[in-house]
């Protein structure tokens, strides 16, 4: 009988048990080795990464995103805080070496049962009891699926892949166009050593692997890895964030921002507030119904946030060319420090087509 039984040992998985730091943990992973498979950019705020004792993973520190328009206008959004990119294996070792959990790698959870008797995470390899579970396992929300049909809808999704090239560059650059990538975008994110993560991601059903080679073309990339990874990123928006007593963080939970679909500095977040309150729980502080009621309020104040965000979704990725080059070609210095304050205050809403406006009114 654990405190808290974790399925998953991504982002979400790892640090919600870094903050459950009370708690006897049980952390679930199907692969073999921490950190096997890499989906993402991994790019996050170097304060988060440094919190969580994983500063050795970190590759490239980066402060601005340039983002350039179809016709090649360019726009400079500052960052409030340094970002960098990280070498995930590294990132998910460092952070299990500071846990005191216990962690089942090459076990696959399959679902779960919560009941009067209490809950049990079912796996593969016989299942585990817990006064606490939490589904951590990404988009497909194992767990909370298996409690609840049809949790993890199929709209909203993007899918998207990228590879690593020889690309020299400091600044992380977004490309807009549907000559590059039809309602989606394209990116480089460098990771030092003359060497950048170079892909794209859409909202449609599209040859990515082609798409990203014609990609390489156009950045003029004469060297890259033959390998893809990539996967699906849930931007639906917020999934309900406690299904049948199960705290849901994550991309499990929708918690990645629609539009820019940045994941991770959120579950760390959310896997804060979760793991703490885990941690009262085990420490008798709090029952394990008024913890998932404080879960799930925490994570309410923030629906009208990526509401505005999936709204902003909808509109930017259906854009056409011209309308995304004139946007972009007005965004000054300005306006486009106004954009980043308000995403990361977490205040966009219909204000942001107010600022966008006023850029294309030229005031
Ligand atoms: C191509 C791409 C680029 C991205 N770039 C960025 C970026 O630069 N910055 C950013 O903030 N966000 C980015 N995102 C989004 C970000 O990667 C996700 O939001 C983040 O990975 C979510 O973390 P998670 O722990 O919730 O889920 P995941 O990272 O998916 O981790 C889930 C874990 O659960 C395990 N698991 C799954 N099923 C089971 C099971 N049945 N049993 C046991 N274990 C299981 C998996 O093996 C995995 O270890 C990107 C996404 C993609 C696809």
């Known amino acids: 009988m654990y405190d808290a039984v974790i399925a998953g040992a991504g982002f979400a998985g790892l640090a919600t048990a870094y903050f459950a730091r009370e708690c006897r943990v049980l952390v679930v992973e199907r692969e073999a080795e921490l950190g096997a498979r890499q989906r993402s950019t991994c790019a996050a705020p170097v304060s988060w990464i440094r919190r969580l004792g994983a500063g050795s993973s970190v590759l490239w520190e980066f402060d601005r995103v340039v983002i350039h328009s179809p016709s090649g206008h360019e726009a400079r959004i500052p960052l409030p805080e340094r970002y960098c990119t990280i070498d995930y294996a590294e990132f998910c070792r460092r952070v299990a070496e500071s846990l005191d959990a216990e962690l089942a790698l090459g076990t696959r959870v399959t679902g779960a049962t919560v009941d009067g008797e209490g809950a049990v995470m079912h796996t593969d390899s016989g299942s585990f009891s817990g006064e606490m579970l939490v589904d951590a396992t990404g988009w497909r929300a194992v767990v909370a699926s298996s409690l609840r049909r049809g949790y993890a809808p199929a709209r909203g999704r993007i899918t998207a892949l990228e590879t690593v090239g020889e690309y020299d560059a400091r600044d992380v650059h ?4 549907s000559r590059l990538v039809p309602g989606g975008y394209a990116w480089v994110f460098p990771v030092g050593n003359g060497r950048a993560r170079i892909g794209l991601g859409s909202m449609r059903t599209l040859k990515l692997p082609k798409l990203n080679r014609r990609f390489l073309e156009f950045l003029g990339v ?3 890895e033959g390998t893809h990874h990539g996967g699906v990123i849930p931007c ?7 299904v049948s007593q199960v705290f849901v963080v994550g991309d499990a939970a929708g918690q990645v921002l629609p539009s820019t679909a940045e994941g991770i500095r959120k579950c760390f977040e959310f896997a804060e507030v979760c793991g703490r309150l885990m941690s009262r729980v085990a420490a008798g502080e709090l029952s394990r119904e008024e913890a998932l009621r404080r879960y799930a309020a925490r994570v309410e104040e923030e629906r009208g946030f990526y509401r505005s965000m999936l709204r902003v979704q909808e509109v930017v990725y259906r854009l056409p060319d011209r309308a995304m080059d004139v946007i972009i070609g007005r965004i000054n210095d300005p306006t486009a ?9 977490g205040e966009i809403g219909m204000s942001v087509l107010g600022v966008l406006r006023s850029a294309l009114l030229g005031r």
């Open 337 to 345: 420090k106004r954009l980043s304050d308000m995403y990361f205050r």
């Open 174 to 177: 977004i490309y807009y166009g």
């Open 222 to 224: 004469e060297r890259a």
């Open 236 to 242: 639906e928006g917020l999934r309900e964030p406690v």
